[in-house]
């Protein structure tokens, strides 16, 4: 009888019968050196959180705080411990202080699985999707430590593949975990099974359904579909006291955001063919001319999205698949100081 064959290709024999084969490796894990980079860093985003439990960020409702936020006229029922005598002096009325209240945040971590997100060049190992699932899993440890909540919105195609709750627990980190390695590693992930373009506004219609306000929604994602489709829900979140951050990760093939490697943006050279990944429709050109304007149109694509983004009030980043995610993370609070 012949040796089965792998699927690499080597021979060897079969399991013994009655014994399973042991589960493979997840391969969306959390990194020790994320945790020991990102172990005491506190992550705040600037707009008042409606939290419930204690934590770092600023609450829209007033508290008990050494930190004083504004006055309020005297009402029935106030602290009269807290009365401004010297307002009272200057007024004739009677003043309160407020003081501001730490509150824990709702954070929504949105994750593209479209087609485009599993394209990986040459020169890096893992792909978009699986980079923006790595970046993730590190945000997603980053808010538990602070005692935030943490869900997580995965979409492929024009519908909503997964959704896990938001939780404070310690035990999210592995229900978050296990949902990013599922989404990025099943059936659905195969970069044959073309859905047609993807929209993020099937996922965002969603939270907007769910009436998420004074939250935080993180969206990764390559953003390569039309940007009105998607714009108006982040709006809508952001007009609702939400801090929406859309996180662009970009393999370096694409477009290279280290200085000095600009040869690594669209590096093809001679005849080749370019198949979608989402349509399965494919061109074939000389890609040594069609470079200039790959870049020409990439740079009007990336400077409407920026100029859509700001006009909005929304936060955009961008990331290369390069790029370790606690230095991304390190980096981008360093930028906002």
């Known amino acids: 009888m012949a040796e089965p ?15 399973e084969a042991a589960p493979p490796e997840p391969l969306i894990v959390l990194d020790p050196e994320v945790e020991r980079r990102l172990a ?10 409606d939290g419930r439990l204690t934590g770092v960020h600023r609450s829209a409702q007033p508290g008990v705080s050494v930190e004083f936020s504004d006055h309020k006229e005297y009402s029935p029922g106030d602290d009269i ?14 003043y309160v202080r407020q003081f501001a209240k730490d509150t824990h945040a709702t954070v929504c971590l949105v994750l593209d699985c479209s087609g485009s997100m599993f394209y990986r060049s040459q020169t890096v190992e893992r792909s978009k999707a699986e980079h ?22 995965s979409v492929r195609g024009h ?3 997964d959704f896990v709750p938001p939780r404070s627990h310690a035990s999210q980190l592995v229900t978050v975990q296990e949902h990013l390695d599922r989404a990025v590693t099943g059936k659905a992930a195969s970069p044959d099974h073309n859905e047609g373009p993807t929209s993020l506004a099937e996922g965002l219609e969603f939270l907007v359904s769910r009436r998420t306000r004074r939250s935080a929604v993180i969206v990764l994602s390559d953003l390569f579909m039309d940007t009105p489709e998607f714009l108006p829900y ?3 979140l952001k007009s609702g006291g ?10 370096p093939a694409e477009l290279d955001l280290h200085p000095g490697k600009t040869e690594r943006t669209f590096p093809f050279q001679g005849a080749m063919f370019f198949r979608s990944v989402e349509t399965g429709h494919g061109i074939l050109m000389d890609a040594r ?49």
């Open 5 to 19: 064959i792998r699927r690499n290709g080597s021979r060897g024999k079969l399991p013994p019968a009655g014994r």
């Open 40 to 49: 005491g860093i506190r992550f705040h985003f600037p707009e008042s959180m």
């Open 81 to 94: 411990r807290h009365l401004n005598w010297k307002v009272y002096a200057r007024s004739d009325k009677f």
């Open 132 to 153: 923006a699932a790595g970046l993730a899993l590190a945000l997603c440890y980053l808010f538990l430590r602070q005692n935030d909540s943490v869900g997580l919105l």
């Open 159 to 161: 519908r909503l593949t």
């Open 234 to 236: 982040l709006r809508y």
């Open 242 to 251: 939400s801090h929406v951050w859309l996180v662009q990760v970009l393999d």
């Open 289 to 337: 001319l069609a470079r200039a304007d790959y870049l020409a149109r990439f740079k009007a694509f990336q400077d409407d999205l920026h100029e859509r983004c700001a006009e909005a009030g929304i936060e955009l980043s961008q990331c290369n698949t390069d790029t370790a995610p606690a230095e991304f993370i390190l980096e981008h609070l360093k930028r906002r100081r």
